[in-house]
């Protein structure tokens, strides 16, 4: 069995999943918010498997995807999604 190492990319996506999670019981249903995030959601579990996959030797890959983090950050705001 493979070792199972948290990084910031699973942290994350678990807190969005708990966020929309939460907006869908308890705040209202805005679908296309939703939408959004689910489907930021996705890129984030494929960014963490791109990372997996070509950085297995990498000691750091904490730093790789925090920048990959704060790049998506950024670039949402810009867009304007938030």
Excluded: Y
């Excluded at 190492?5 to 249903?29: D, F």
């Excluded at 679908?31 to 930021?40: D, F, M, P, S």
């Excluded at 960014?47 to 890959?61: E, S, V």
């Amino acid at each position: 069995m493979k070792k199972l190492r948290v990084t910031p990319l699973n942290i994350s996506c678990a807190l969005l999943l708990a966020w929309i999670l939460w907006e869908v019981l308890v705040i209202s249903l805005n679908w296309q918010t939703i939408g959004i995030k689910l489907l930021l959601v996705f890129v984030l579990v494929i960014a963490d498997q791109f990372f997996r996959f070509f950085f297995q030797r990498m000691k750091r890959i904490w730093i790789a995807e925090l920048g990959f983090m704060i790049f998506t950050t950024i670039v949402a705001w810009i867009i304007g999604i938030w």
